[in-house]
T-cell receptor
Framework: SQKIEQNSEALNIQEGKTATLTCNYTNYSPAYLQWYRQDPGRGPVFLLLIRENEKEKRKERLKVTFDTTLKQSLFHITASQPADSATYLCALNSGAGSYQLTFGKGTKLSVIP | NAGVTQTPKFQVLKTGQSMTLQCAQDMNHEYMSWYRQDPGMGLRLIHYSVGAGITDQGEVPNGYNVSRSTTEDFPLRLLSAAPSQTSVYFC????????????FGNGTRLTVT
């Protein structure tokens, strides 16, 4: 069966360190993968999209990698700040031409001052 | 720009009652979708639409109806509410059905007693 797993439900990290979140998937051949941030009581907010033919994408302090052989995406936040505390969701489509975006359950990141 | 607007923010229903969750977007997006978010289950796709007059089922469509008569609006109907439909509902839209980030509303929290 198809599955998306985000490495842990919760991750605590010291301010200033790099946070690394993992998204693994099975029985998908996604054409692209996305990462979202969700704050309590709010809808998810888009952060980054990476396509199957891209190895890495960066935006300010954020970096995403996509390894279709390992079936894994890594999401990094460098120089983390308490304001980065939120739940981070990965999402992928079911394959080329699919209109359905499936989400992982998320990792709750807490950045400790 | 208002983005994606969902109404109401909160709703309490009795079992068997019907209601419509409203969703409107002002970005001229072709693709719209409805998700429900439950603790421990993540976001699950209910229905989606790739354009006016076109709708399709997602992962958990049972008990819900949708229609898309205009590009802007995508209402979600609960015909006979059940306690299992207690959840937070998110509407989302994107410019394109594929390869495009989703813009989410801030959700409707529904309780069915």
């Amino acid at each position: 069966s198809q599955k998306i797993e985000q490495n842990s439900e919760a991750l605590n990290i010291q301010e200033g360190k790099t946070a690394t979140l993992t998204c693994n998937y099975t029985n998908y051949s996604p054409a692209y993968l996305q990462w979202y941030r969700q704050d309590p009581g709010r809808g998810p907010v888009f952060l980054l999209l990476i396509r199957e033919n891209e190895k890495e994408k960066r935006k300010e302090r954020l970096k995403v990698t996509f390894d279709t052989t390992l079936k894994q995406s890594l999401f990094h936040i460098t120089a983390s700040q308490p304001a980065d505390s939120a739940t981070y969701l990965c999402a992928l489509n079911s394959g080329a031409g699919s209109y359905q975006l499936t989400f992982g359950k998320g990792t709750k990141l807490s950045v400790i001052p | 720009n208002a983005g994606v607007t969902q109404t109401p923010k909160f709703q309490v229903l009795k079992t068997g009652q019907s209601m419509t969750l409203q969703c409107a977007q002002d970005m001229n997006h072709e693709y719209m979708s409805w998700y429900r978010q439950d603790p421990g289950m993540g976001l699950r796709l209910i229905h989606y639409s790739v354009g006016a007059g076109i709708t399709d089922q997602g992962e958990v469509p049972n008990g819900y109806n949708v229609s898309r008569s205009t590009t802007e609006d995508f209402p979600l109907r609960l015909l006979s509410a059940a306690p299992s439909q207690t959840s937070v509902y998110f509407c989302a839209s994107s410019y394109s059905p594929t390869n495009s980030p989703l813009h989410f509303g801030n959700g409707t929290r529904l309780t069915v007693t």
